[in-house]
Each structure stands twice: as structure tokens, then as C-alpha cells.
């Protein structure tokens, strides 16, 4: 008996991010077409070493993340795709500076690649390289995913190989990124050095990159393969209309999608799938009369096919991977990346990365393993798909309001601490919709029909943020909720992040963090995690001393200071003053005796670095 095909081997997102042992994240560069808060504290934490799987981990090493990895790591995202799910703790608006908005207008094309590069070194300042391709966007997503991981060394090694396109595409992210210690030609320079190994069986052919206004090659060539497979959850008219001209060379032809997806087509596009076998991974009843059941996207043409993926807590297809292959014998041609099969894709509209590569056995049955998990579309459901019906229509309008606020120019004044948000022009909204705003950290107000402005009220420091929350309700239609960026004038206080962070931490957490700087090692994780507020009204540590850091804690350090030669009693010292002194202003929440203890501590440190750190 023939064994099933096996599926590709599993990995955890987030795991993969996580820095080799005895390295450190030197830049982390992403790029998604929408992200998740949660998603981006919990990627910092794994940068960092710390955190776990799920985005979790506690609120010091938060803390200790964005001091290490602030000028490190950038998230280049499509403008007006950042989540604003249910859950949103308030220290996530310091996120806002890791954050490059790409002002895409997505009536027309989108920023829809899925990457992340990342350079980790040791102690020598050698580098070692992860690269990330795939389908999977910057959220908690479930959905089925695909990625190829690459790691790189400018040593040969046995198995590597040097991979065309990596230069390009990390210019490319890091001219978006700006960040500060990254020059984006060095960089290209020192990617064409790098030797890659890839997964074992295959060969990496190139990594493309492109962006609005690029000429990709197409995913499919003419040939005369014995099997060709698609997978996309969105398709449109163009594309599916020629993909049976392209493929007509190949009597076996695949694609696997979605019901709503086929929902789209017209008459063009479901003729040039006249000779695919159709298969979905939403399954329809046997006579298809539950179809208008399986949850609605807004993908049409000339309209993005993206906005689905963005939209926060939608009940997604299952299928969200995106593949082109061509099997002939033993071989396997795969292009796999963020790449849909449609037109705003493959046209250059979009921007878009993409992998070709070669494999054998195991990844034929990995392509196949998914192929096998997917239900075959009967003709009679696919003649009896209805067209576009009322609510289609609504929710399509919705999104058109979306795109309007995410082109219209907007500003944040603040006068001290007095915030208003305005525009050039009053947003022009349907008469059945109400739109609200505020600032992340703080309560929505409606902005009112005709009005320019909106007045936010008043922000203290630790809450100051230019990330911006939008809700938009339109009729019987469940809210849409997102943030986006938005300029701010005059700038916010440069001490914005240490005010945050001590309002953030308890004086537990900050003593935890403390002591992780000094022992060089993770805290043992008393604290609550990151995205967890705290509940009002819940008691507090009560003392400083309750944890008994103290004199004997710096000396400890400064003896495996001397043996080690580490320099962790220069990193307190650089931010303890700081931070201390920014958890007695904000700490409104100190008791007397915290205050006295904190106060002690900034003394017998004080001490310390006057005869330790001169020794």
C-alpha cells in the first residue's frame, strides 16, 4: 500500500527568530503586508532571547528588549494595516518607532511582501545570517502558511551556496528601514559575500524582490511538465484567464483555493480554469447549499486581494499559502513567497517576494500532502456560485473608506500635553458610517460628520504615542478596527520610552530587570507578562527590600565582572539613574516606602559605581 504523502516539516514563527547561542541580534529587518501589536512585542522578545512561542514573556524582559534592539529592528508594513485587536496593552505604543508605514494606495497595489533578514553576531563581531521567505504576515494568524529559511556565513561551508537577488532585497529593506547604523549599499556588499544553506535536498535558485513598478518574471513557464500545482487563496480574471494559455502544455493541473475566491471569477477567468482540477480548503456541503456560509473576502479587480489578510479576527478560508510548482519525474519547481495568483501580483503593481527554487521527493510530497488536504469542487457548485450579493457590496464600500483614510494626509499637534488629530480635509464618509479616533493608549472620540479636527484630550508623557486607533462602523456591518502612524508636531520628548517603561514596570520589574543586566541572564519571571494590564485597583509590592537587592548584588556582579571581563555594571549604570528617575515621576502608583527604597537605591549605587567602576 502506497504511503500518503508527508506534509512539510512545522516551525514556529517565532522560534526561528530567536539568535544562535553566545550571538546577539545585531539589525532584524521585516517585512509583512499587515501586523499584529502583539506579534511585533513578542518578535522583540525572541530577538532578544527572551519571550516564547505564543509572543509571550514577561514585562522586565519587554523593557529590556526595546532598550537593546530600538535602533536594531524595523517592521516596513502596508500603511493602515496594523491590527488593532482586542487585546492592546498600553506599553505597545512604544512599538510606534520600530514601525515604517509604506503609503501604498491600495485601490491601485499594495506592500505585500512577507520577509525578514536577520544578522546575529558574537562577541568577535562575526555574522551569521537567517533569511525568511514566505506567506505569513506579522499576525496570530492560524491559517496554513509556507516559508523557506535560509542560513548564511560568509565561510564555505559543505552544502552552501551563494543565492542571486539577497543583495538587492536587503538594500531594498533597509532604505525603507533608515535605520541609523545601517548604510544600504554596505550592506548589498556584505550579502554578496554570504554563502547560504538551504534545506536539505533543495537548491535555491534566486530571491526576487520587487516593488511598485517591477517586472517579475512569471511564476510558470511554458512547458510541457507531467504535473503542475497552484496554491492561492485569491485569484482574478486576468491571471485566471491566462493561466490556460500558459499551462496548456501540462494535461495534469491543480489549484487549490478557496470558495470565495472562485466566488470572484466571472466568465474569463473560471474558462482559463476550464482544464484545472479545482480544489478548496473551505469544503462545501455536498450540494453546495451552505457556500454563502464560507466567510466573505473583498477580492475583486481592480480592488486589492489582500485586505482580507489584514483584517483582524475575520474567520479566514484555512488557506493562506501561496505556490507555483511544476513536477516532472522526481524533480520539483517550486515559487513560493507572498505572491498570489492574480494580476496586481504578477504585474508589478504590487510589491511582492518571491523564492524559485528545486527539490526532490520530500518536497513533491510536502506540495502534495496539502494538495490531498483539500475538497474538490464540484462543476454543479461552481455553476450555482451566486455573483456579488448586497452585503459584498457593503462590505467592499467599507473598505473603500478605509483606503480614503489611510491616503488623506494627517497630522497630530500637541501643545504640551493637549493632542488634537486633524486633516486637510474633513473625511468624506457615507451617511450609514461613524468613525472614531484616539490614540492607542487612550479612550476613542467620534469624529464628527464635516469636521476637520478631532481633539484628543490630554496625554501624560508615558502614554504619548503617534500611533493612532480608527474604528469605522457602517451600517449592520461588524466595526473594523486598525492604527496607523501619523506625524506628530512637535515631536515627542526624547525621555518618551523611559516614562513608558516605568510607568509599565512594578518596582519588582524594574528590580528584576536590574538584576538581569547584571547576571547577564533572564529573569526568573515573577513579573506578569508584557501584554497583560494591569487590573486597577490591584495590590502592589509593597517594598523595595522585599527582594533584598542590594550592595551584595552589585559586589557579586562586580567579582564575575573582574573574572569574566563583561561590562554589565556599565550597562546598569547607564540606565539605572534614568530609569529610577523616571519610575519616582510617573510612578503615581508608589507607596511611601517604595519611593524611600528607590531612593536607596540610587545611593548605594551611587556608591558602588564611585569605587567599583573606577577600579
Known sequence: MKKPPKDFPGQAFLELLRPPKLTRTRFALF????????????????????????????????????????????????????????????????????????????????????????????????CFWRLWIGSRNLTTSRDLDLGLVLDGE??????????????????????????????????????????????????????????????????LAASKAGKIIILSPFLCDTFAGALGGITAGCADRTLVTTLPAMRKLGAEGRAGLSGFKLLSLAAPSPDGSEADEVPIDTTCEPATDEEDEGRAGTAHSGLHAKLFASITGNRIDIVAGSANATDRAWSGRNAEVAARLSGGAAEIDGVLAVVGSATPIAPELLEGLPDEGEGEASEMQLEQVRWMLADMPLTLRRDGKLFTIEGEQ????????????????????????????????????????????????????????????????????????????????????LQSWLREMLEGEAGAGAEDDWDVEPVCGARRRESWKHDGFALEDILTAWAKEQMQKTDALKRVDAMLDRYVAAVLAHGEHLSKEDRADLRALQETWGVARDVLLKK
Open 31 to 126: 517585512a509583512a503586508y499587515s501586523a499584529d501589536p502583539i506579534v511585533l512585542g513578542g518578535t522583540l522578545l525572541n530577538l532578544h532571547a527572551r519571550g516564547r512561542d505564543s509572543a509571550g514573556g514577561n514585562k522586565s524582559d519587554f523593557a529590556g528588549a526595546i532598550e537593546a534592539l530600538r535602533d536594531r529592528v524595523r517592521f516596513i508594513v502596508q500603511r493602515g494595516r496594523i491590527h488593532r485587536g482586542p487585546k492592546l496593552p498600553r506599553i505597545a505604543a512604544v512599538l510606534d518607532q520600530f514601525v515604517i508605514e509604506m503609503p501604498y494606495r491600495e485601490r491601485l497595489n499594495s506592500w505585500h511582501p512577507k520577509a525578514a533578514l536577520i544578522c546575529y553576531e558574537d562577541d568577535k563581531s562575526h
Open 154 to 219: 560568509s565561510k564555505r561551508r559543505k552544502g552552501s551556496q551563494a543565492i542571486s537577488g539577497i543583495d538587492a532585497l536587503g538594500a531594498t529593506l533597509a532604505r525603507e528601514a533608515k535605520l541609523p547604523d545601517l548604510d544600504p549599499d554596505t550592506l548589498a556588499d556584505e550579502l554578496k559575500t554570504v554563502r547560504w544553506i538551504a534545506p536539505e535536498g533543495t537548491h535555491v535558485d534566486s530571491i526576487d524582490l520587487w516593488t511598485r513598478g517591477g517586472e517579475p518574471a512569471p511564476p
Open 426 to 509: 474633513a473625511p468624506t464618509l457615507p451617511a450609514s458610517a461613524r468613525l472614531e479616533v484616539g490614540l492607542a493608549t487612550m479612550v476613542m472620540h467620534p469624529w464628527e460628520g464635516g469636521a476637520r479636527s478631532v481633539a484628543l484630550g490630554e496625554v501624560p508623557l508615558s502614554l504619548q504615542t503617534d500611533l493612532v486607533q480608527f474604528r469605522l462602523v457602517m451600517g449592520d456591518l461588524p466595526a473594523a478596527s486598525w492604527m496607523m502612524r501619523v506625524p506628530i508636531s512637535p515631536m515627542i520628548e526624547g525621555d518618551r520610552d523611559s516614562a513608558a517603561i516605568s510607568r509599565f514596570l512594578s518596582v519588582a520589574g
